[in-house]
Every structure is written in C-alpha cells, then in structure tokens.
C-alpha cells in the first residue's frame, strides 16, 4: 500500500499538482500518524521529489526565475509560521483545517474556468 501511495504522490508532486494532495490523507487513514507527523512525512519526502521536478523544469525553461524569487523568500516566511503555528494547534483540528482547504481546492478547480483557452 505505501509503494502505490509512495508513487502516486511522486507523479502528482511532479506535476506541479502537490503530493501532498494524496500522501497526507493516505498516511492518516492507513497508517497511525497524527496529522502532524504525517505533513512533516510529507514535507521531508517533497525534498527529492521537487528537486527532480525542479531540474526537470529548469531544463525545459519552465520556470520564469523573476516571478520565483520573491515567492520563495515570502514562502519561506510563511513556512516559518506555519510551522510554528501546526505545532500549536491540536491534531484534529489541523486534520479538520486541511481537509476543509482541500475540499476549497477542489471546488475551486471543479468550477474554475480557463479564460484563455476559449
């Protein structure tokens, strides 16, 4: 089960797409980690994968280095609180907060059209 979920996150981080997505709620629902522990699985397992993806990126001038800059340093930032703020608030309800982000997302995506494709 963890080689599929291993997997499936890797092509989906690849994409661009966000790992995360598939690795987080699968870690909590067929393993015993809280949800703390199961973001900082995730985060520590996005290390190699964005890296290759980066490269992969980088090669094909995919990544526009001006946008980029200013969105690490205030990503980094925001990385900081929160982390400082995950490890404050109990497991569930950050369990409840994420699943309510990805419900958002979703939705968001169901109905977002692309203007410049018409």
């Known amino acids: 089960m963890l080689i599929c979920i ?3 996150s890797g092509i989906i981080g690849g994409m661009g797409i966000g790992g995360g997505t598939i690795l987080i709620p ?3 629902f067929f393993t015993s980690l809280t949800q703390q522990q199961a973001q900082s699985v995730n985060l520590i397992s996005f290390i190699p994968v964005a890296s290759v993806a980066l490269i992969t990126h ?3 001038k995919n990544v ?3 946008l980029s ?3 690490i340093g205030l990503g980094v930032i925001g990385a900081i609180l929160g982390s400082f703020l995950a490890i404050h608030l109990s497991s569930m309800l950050l369990r409840k907060l994420f699943g309510v982000f990805l419900f958002l997302m979703g939705i968001y995506e169901f109905f977002y059209k692309d203007k ?3």
């Open 6 to 8: 291993g997997l499936l």
């Open 26 to 28: 699968s870690l909590i």
């Open 58 to 60: 980088l090669k094909n």
């Open 64 to 66: 526009e280095t001006k």
């Open 69 to 71: 800059l200013p969105l």
């Open 116 to 118: 410049s494709r018409n």
